[in-house]
């Protein structure tokens, strides 16, 4: 029987720097929510990747006196690297250096053209090269890029247009007919509004620079980065070289972006595919922004944090904790140490670490005895399921914790370690069955430690085996989970 199919993206990154937090962030999101689906069962591809073309790239190398390609290709494997330490586990790192994309956007182009949706024009406008897009004067009232703050440049050149205006009622309608397409819900107002105010034909080629994908029918012109790089979510799965493939996992299920991108991907995206004939991806999920120490993070102001910084504060099982215990997924968030200190001695060492540690010593002295698992009835698992399934991931990981409080409490309350308590074996029975599903499911969330709970205990990780009654009977005293800091 074949698997119900599972297909996850995260925005390709520009290589100008090293990861850092921000780009961390999503990465992790679709990880855990990748291993979630795992563990339900489905077949799941996970694409993340590079994006490597375009002026912020060109300019970025060029100052370090390299070419592009050399440039990238030096920065890639801190990117391949910081995924790695993470313990992400994606299907594919796709670089959009790679001919196999660049075969997939000139066929887009071809494709879109062949509609009649493409004509050659000339641009002028207010261009940000750290967005690598146009702005009109409406959107940046002091001719000052509303991200990046900077002075926008005034270009004007001859470029080929994408008829967006086109897809304007198509586009407003998919959003009526598919609800989760622009997710979270609050944002998607926003992007309603603003596509019902009109759109403009989007410039989709540039000849001021050179580094980039040609147009295929007008090989001075260079496609414009965000044409090229949306294109990877079909290239990933093989939009031209393995057909089957594209077939079994398109249209994507989420692309996870961040709320500075929704634009891209909920208008530009959607139309391009329109205009292709390609049905459209079924949700796009738009999170929130981390400020470090309540500041922007940048890079000049020392207000960043890079993958083995958060790492080395207290292991990659806390990082990845910390980034989604507390702030809503979709909202903005404050990084800080501290926090993530207190978060991993309070909750991972205390509640989880020490759950783990007393249930096992006790057992080791007390032996288990199996009967039915009462305790297991306060688990609520359908709850935590259908939060996943709405991307609440932060209510997810409460509603799990809830449950190890529960845990604690019950041991608090029965005392198995005392001499005068009955049935310690069966109490501590309950217990560990019910740790052996703490584990499971915290598996997507922290791995590193569900993978060591599982080795001890010996069960397998699967999402047949929270139900399942555990079968082990001896129980050794485990090592410590979470060194308090
Ligand atoms: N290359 C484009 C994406 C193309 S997708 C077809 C791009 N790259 S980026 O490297 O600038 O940013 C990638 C992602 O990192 C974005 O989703 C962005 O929101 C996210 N983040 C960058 N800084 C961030 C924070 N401080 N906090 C959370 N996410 C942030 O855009």
Known sequence: MSREKFYITT??????????????????????????????????????????HGKKIELAARQKGKS???????LIPSFVDAWKKLNIRYSRFLRTTEKEHEAVVQSLLNSVRKKGDI??????????????????????????????????????????????????????????????????????????????EGLQDLSISRTSFSWGIPIPFDEKHITYVWFDALANYLTGIGYLNDKKKFKKFWPADVHLVGKDISWFHCVIWPAMLFSAGI????????????????EKISKSRGKVINVDELIAIAGVDSARYFLFRETPFGQDGDFS????????????ANKLGNLFSRVTSSAEKNGIKKIENKLIKKLALKEIEKKMEDLEI????????????????????????????????????????????????????????????????????????????????????????????
Request: one cysteine or more; charged letters at 30%; aromatic letters at 14%.
């Open 11 to 52: 925005p390709i990154y520009y290589p100008n720097d090293i990861p850092h937090i921000g780009h961390a962030y999503t990465t992790l999101a679709a990880d855990i929510i990748a291993r979630w689906q795992t563990l339900l069962g489905k077949e799941v591809f996970f694409l993340t990747g590079t994006d490597e």
């Open 119 to 196: 004509y050659l024009g000339t641009y002028e406008g207010y261009y940000c090269t750290d967005c690598e897009a146009y702005y009109t004067e409406k959107d940046a009232p002091e001719l000052k890029c509303p991200i990046h703050h900077k002075t926008l440049e005034k270009l004007q050149e001859k470029s080929y247009f994408f008829k967006l205006s086109k897809y304007q009622k198509q586009l407003l309608s998919y959003y009526k007919k598919n609800k989760l397409f622009l997710s979270p819900e609050f944002r998607s107002n926003e992007i309603i509004n603003r596509v019902s």
């Open 279 to 294: 049905e459209p991806p079924r949700q796009i999920f738009s999170h929130g922004w981390w400020t470090f120490d309540k």
């Open 394 to 485: 932060d209510k997810a990981l409460s509603t799990i914790f809830s449950f190890i409080d529960k845990c604690n409490e019950y041991i608090q309350e029965k005392k198995p370690w005392e001499s005068e308590t009955t049935d310690k074996d069966k109490i501590l029975y309950e217990l560990i069955d019910s740790i052996k599903a703490i584990a499971i499911l915290l598996w997507p969330f922290i791995p590193e430690t569900s993978e060591k709970i599982a080795r001890h205990l010996d069960f397998e990780i699967s999402y047949e085996n929270i139900k399942k009654a555990y079968q082990g009977n001896t129980i050794k005293k485990a090592d410590i989970l979470f060194k308090k800091i």
């Open 337 to 348: 140490e501290k926090e993530l200190i207190e978060k991993h001695n309070n909750e991972l």
């Open 68 to 74: 592009p390609k050399a440039f990238v290709d030096e």
